[in-house]
């Protein structure tokens, strides 16, 4: 009869295997993560339609508001500087208050520029929404004579 008990083995876990492992899944993880700084994204939904388009009839007497591809602001065939956009609507609106704008401007027209357009519309009192926009690649300058669109 043997008394002695038989000594138990402590169970051991390879430590040297599991750092090999966790050495390899960090070595993934940094490998496939492309690293980008964070950038201020503004979300833009601009409407387009194929119903309504520049033949569509105006029923009302509009005065034009134009950017031009080359950059230049006219209000009723006049050129008007951007810092002076906000003075010469609010002097427009003085003269004849129910006069009603439109916006015409070439597709390559900086974001930028029409900001600055809206702010001025903005300054002079017409509400945004009340002006509509014809944005359209190659839009030539309305001259003096035909600022306004015919009813």
Partial sequence: MNIRRKKRTTPQIPIVA?????V???????????FREQRTQMKINLPTSKTL?????SKEKRTTLAITPERKI????TEVTADKLAE??????ER??????ELQADKETPLGLLVRVWDSLKSAGI????????IQRGMVAP????????P
């Fill in 74 to 77: 006219l209000l009723d065939g």
């Fill in 18 to 22: 599991l750092v090999d492992i966790l």
């Fill in 96 to 101: 004849d208050p129910k006069a009603k704008l």
């Fill in 143 to 150: 001259a003096a004579s035909a600022a306004t669109v015919a």
């Fill in 127 to 134: 509400p945004i929404n009340d002006v509509p926009a014809r």
């Fill in 88 to 93: 010469a609507l609010t002097a427009l609106r």
């Fill in 53 to 57: 388009g520049a033949n569509a009839p």
């Fill in 24 to 34: 390899i899944v960090l070595l993934f993880i940094v490998a496939t993560t492309t």
